[in-house]
């Protein structure tokens, strides 16, 4: 299996882009270049489910090997089964432990995991062919918060 990585690491990024696939295919993120552990977001053409998954590397604890562990996070069952070979917008939202999947108009996963927070992008497709196509990934910025005073007031008869 070969993993399509970008460069550089993202933590807090709105990623954005068009995906075509005609058979299996993941989005991995937060994938850890020395490991490979991260996470991936599985989608069947052809087919209802979305995955998203974690794969940490763990020792088994009977040979001391490392492997990956597999662990869903979330699956859900779309509407409609993913078009085979038509462009699928998507954005990603990676925020600290949050991470959401939006295809076309719909948030497909929305959770929290706090346990991996930055790391590579990337595209797998295990089966067939697939693509990414204006693919960009844009920081998030932080929203200050503004306020003349914040005032409480406490009450002394208890």
């Not at 794969?55 to 078009?83: C, I, K, N, S």
């Not at 990603?92 to 992008?121: C, K, M, N, Q, W």
């Amino acid at each position: 299996m070969d993993v399509l990585t970008a460069t550089p690491e993202l933590a807090d990024d709105e990623v954005t882009g068009s995906m075509w696939i005609d058979a299996t295919a993941s989005l991995v993120f937060q994938l850890d270049p020395k490991t490979g552990a991260g996470y991936v977001i599985e989608l069947w053409a052809g087919s209802w489910p979305v995955t998203l998954q974690k794969l940490p590397l763990m020792e088994d604890r009977w040979t001391g090997q490392q492997r990956f562990a597999h662990t869903d996070y979330q699956r859900v069952e779309l509407g409609e089964p993913l078009d085979r070979g038509t462009a699928l917008p998507f954005r990603l939202i990676l925020s600290g432990p949050y991470i959401e999947l939006t295809l076309g108009d719909e948030v497909v996963i929305a959770t929290l995991s706090g346990e991996l927070v930055r790391g590579r992008f990337g595209f797998w497709v295990t089966e067939g062919t697939g693509s990414l196509e204006d693919v960009m990934a844009t920081p998030l910025k932080p929203v200050p918060i503004r306020a003349r005073s914040i005032a409480g007031t406490t009450s002394s008869n208890c």
